[in-house]
């Protein structure tokens, strides 16, 4: 059997670290390397993984002695020593239905895909409540070449969007890391990566089914950071000339550029950043001239 790596960053997950991880042990796909990232933490953490590395041989952890550098730099810590076929993050606070791996890893084989992908259910913690979850009535199965996958990145229906641009919920052939690298000084680093990695693939596959379980807490990343951090324009920029270059279809991407160039422009304005203000004012006023 093909061995999958799944790469779990761990930081002060408090509670929510242990049904994690059980519900990564419980895979029916056994064949598995698991490398938990300590990324520092101090309420615990570090000893929880210490306890799993003693109950299961498949997992191995790493404790970084500079904490609080996020997840970029976990990713990046982990990368070089996956030795699995397969490449599958997890996020600390978000656990497994039991077939996940297994699911995009016959999916993967089926198709001769470099990418198997799927959906996600969402868990308002908050609430104690699910927003949305897959049926199997629901489920559908897609191949798809890059271009056609870059079709569903604005696309917000039942979270596509999201999928597009997360690193979870999707399984990777190892091959493709060969040089990717996270960024380490973003507050989100997923919008400068993961389709990177589309672009990478020759083919890949999308399974309509939720079943990774992603926990939305107030505490949450994209919850405390400012909106301009969650849709950065230098990510943007690189995505529109590459894909430029390559010969896809960008009005999609040069629409959204707009959009994020309105959003950072009024929020350098209440800032009072005005030389950055400028030259977002600038670079619209340039396109409201020309298109």
Not at 169 to 182: M, P
Not at 232 to 244: A, D, F, G, K, N
Request: net charge negative.
């Amino acid at each position: 059997m093909e061995t999958v790596t799944i790469i779990v960053p761990v930081f002060n997950a408090g509670p929510y670290l242990e049904p994690c991880l059980d519900s990564i042990l419980a895979q029916t796909y056994q064949q598995l390397e698991i490398i938990l990232v300590n990324d520092g933490s101090t309420d615990g953490s570090a000893q929880i993984c210490e306890d799993y590395r003693a109950k299961d041989p498949r997992v191995r952890v790493i404790h970084k002695k500079v904490g609080g550098s996020g997840v970029g730099a976990a990713r990046n810590t982990a990368l070089p020593l996956v030795t699995g076929d397969y490449v599958l993050f997890v996020d600390n606070d978000d656990w497994l239905e039991e077939t996940h791996v297994e699911s995009l890893y016959r999916a993967l084989k089926e198709q001769d895909a470099d990418i198997s992908i799927g959906n996600f259910t969402e868990y308002i913690d908050d609430r104690g409540a699910f927003r949305f979850h897959l049926q199997g009535e629901d489920y559908f199965q897609k191949v798809l070449t890059p271009a056609e996958w870059f079709d569903y990145q604005y696309d917000a229906r039942q979270g596509f969007s999201q999928v597009f641009t997360v690193p979870w919920t999707k399984l990777y052939k190892a091959e493709l890391f060969q040089d990717i690298v996270y960024p380490e000084d973003e507050k989100v680093e997923d919008d400068y990566t993961t389709w990177k990695l589309y672009l990478l693939a020759d083919k890949l596959v999308y399974s309509h089914a939720g079943t990774y379980f992603h926990r939305k807490r107030s505490t949450s990343v994209t919850k405390t950071v400012d909106t301009v951090q969650v849709f950065p324009l230098r990510s943007i920029q690189e995505r529109v000339t590459i894909l430029s270059l390559i010969g896809f279809d960008v009005a999609a991407e040069l629409r959204a550029y707009r959009w994020r160039l309105q959003l950072h422009r009024d929020s350098l304005l209440e800032a009072g950043q005005m030389q950055d203000y400028q030259k977002c004012l600038t670079l619209i006023k340039i396109l409201d001239k020309w298109t």
